[in-house]
């Protein structure tokens, strides 16, 4: 079955970095694209970024292009999200998901904390 | 940017009867709109595609229907699981947004 497990969140003061991970299981993961979403305290859902199976295509949201860079390694089945100069707005449950359109699949999610 | 704004905020329901969820796009996003259900401390759950394509084992009494801007989501008959927040999202334009979805009570 397909498993999808985050890891990397914390507490980080404003301005820090912080690198998320996903690892995947269950499915040909170098076959798909893959996502990051977030869902900041109480809030609605933002889609973040997407990748490529191959990862020569990739997608950012404008809130955090210049900041954060995605990435994958098909050989480890491993997805990661590379968060700098993290801000407030920031905060939020990060999620990696299969696909680039529809989200057949969520991870469990990892919370992400931006307080000093 | 394309915004999704989904009706009403909150929907109270009684068990059995039919519930039926509305989203609207600011353009049109032909038939790429997927429908998500979430349960508090949960990750969303993919339930349509296609706007009214059901996700594998999702149960016959949800359904998706509409194209264009108008979208609606149908449960028949809601079931104690039922319960939840529902969101839909467009993915016919980057970047795929979200609506702010609609939480599900009991009546």
């Known amino acids: 079955q397909v498993q999808l497990v985050e890891s990397g969140g914390g507490l980080v003061k404003p301005g820090g970095s912080l690198r998320l991970s996903c690892a995947a299981s269950?499915?040909?993961?170098?076959?798909?694209?893959m996502s990051w979403i977030r869902q900041a305290p109480g809030k609605g859902l933002e889609w973040v970024s997407y990748?490529?199976?191959?990862?020569?295509?990739?997608y950012y949201a404008d809130s955090v292009k210049g900041r954060f860079t995605i990435s994958r390694d098909n050989a480890k089945n491993s997805l990661y999200l590379q968060m700098n100069s993290l801000r407030a707005e920031d905060t939020a449950v990060y999620y990696c998901?299969?696909?680039?359109?529809?989200?057949?699949?969520w991870g469990q999610g990892t919370l992400v904390t931006v307080s000093s | 940017e394309i915004v999704m704004t989904q009706s009403p905020a909150t929907l109270s329901v009684s068990p059995g009867e039919r519930a039926t969820l509305s989203c609207r796009a600011s353009q049109s996003v032909s038939s790429n709109l997927a429908w998500y259900q979430q349960k508090p401390g949960q990750a969303p759950r993919l339930l349509i595609y296609?706007?009214?394509t059901r996700a594998t084992g999702i149960p016959a009494r949800f359904s998706g229907s509409g194209s264009g801007t108008e979208f609606t989501l149908t449960i028949s008959s809601l079931q104690s699981e039922d319960f939840a927040v529902y969101y839909c999202?467009?993915?016919?334009?980057?970047?795929?947004?979200f609506g702010q979805g609609t939480k599900v009570e009991i009546k």
């Open positions: 269950g499915f040909t993961f170098s076959d798909y694209y």
């Open positions: 998901a299969r696909d680039g359109w529809e989200l057949h699949y």
């Open positions: 296609g706007a009214s």
């Open positions: 990748i490529s199976s191959s990862g020569s295509t990739i």
């Open positions: 999202q467009q993915y016919n334009n980057w970047p795929s947004t």
